[in-house]
């Protein structure tokens, strides 16, 4: 059974304004590498991927009353696409 790579994008006012740049933020593994992202965005949305960024980002504390707890920690990348690369259609259609 193979893994899912990338999980799901991320739809924030900060990936907003860096799809002009062809740059598109997705969650992906926590235990996948920046070569497996690279050639997972390359076959899933046929387009050329010039660079990858990761980061690990650790959950945030939330409080209901008396209780408290964290968040799911996850891990992000940030793709870069090239210059005459196509861009990627989902993001696209939401500018």
């Known amino acids: 059974m193979e893994r899912e790579v990338i999980l799901r994008p ?3 006012e900060k990936s907003y304004s ?10 992906v593994a926590k235990d996948a590498n920046k070569t497996e992202i690279k050639l997972e965005v390359e076959k899933r949305f ?15 504390l939330k409080r209901m ?3 408290q707890g964290y968040t ?3 891990k992000k ?4 696409l ?5 861009g990627i259609a989902f993001f696209d259609s939401l500018q």
């Open 72 to 74: 799911s920690d996850y």
């Open 10 to 12: 991320i739809l924030s």
């Open 82 to 86: 090239k210059k005459d690369s196509k």
């Open 46 to 60: 046929d387009v050329q991927v010039e660079k990858v960024n990761t980061a690990n980002c650790h959950g945030k």
């Open 18 to 27: 860096m799809i002009k740049d062809k740059k598109y933020t997705f969650v």
């Open 65 to 67: 009353g008396r209780s």
């Open 77 to 80: 990348a940030i793709v870069t």
